[in-house]
C-alpha cells in the first residue's frame, strides 16, 4: 500500500503519542475528525498500523538483564523449524526471534531478572529443546540505541 502525505503525518504523529486523541490527531495533520478517524481505520484495517502498545520500564520492574542467543539446529527441514519456532514463541522471555541466514539459524532477544533467572531458561528451555546443535549467549552491557519509531517510506508525491 502507498502512503500518502496525510497517511504518512498520521503514521509519525501515532509512533509519538498513541494516546493522541483523535481531535489533536487530524488538527496536527491538517483534516477534520471524521476524515481523519476514517484514515485511522483504514490503516488499520489494511494491516499497516498491528496493534497500540505501552513501553514499559524494564529496569524499574527489575528485569534488566538482556541476553542474545544464537542458536543452530541440528536439522532445517521444515518440521524442525516448526517446533523450534513454536517452543520459543511460548516462553514470555523471549521478546524477539528471527530466522536467520550465516553460521546460526535463530537470533533471540530474551530479558530476565537476573543470571539465575537466564541460567534456568537456559537448562530449562533451551538445552531440553530436541535438535538444538549449538546455543551461544552474549549479554548485553548497555543499550546504546532502540528505536520504537518505524522508519517510513517516502510518502506517494514526495521526492
Known sequence: MKLDHIDHKILQHLQEN?????ADLADKVGLSPTPC????RRLEADGIIKGYHTEIN?????????????VKLE???????????EAIKARSEVMECYLVTGKFDYFIRVIVPSLAAYEAFLSETMLRMPNIATVESSFTLREVVRKVVTPLPKPIGSR
Open 75 to 85: 536439522r532445517e527441514d521444515d518440521k524442525t523449524l516448526r517446533e523450534f519456532e
Open 18 to 22: 498513541a494516546r493522541i486523541t483523535n
Open 58 to 70: 524494564r529496569e524499574a520492574l527489575g528485569v534488566n538483564v538482556t541476553v542474545i542467543i544464537l
Open 37 to 40: 478517524l476514517r484514515r485511522l
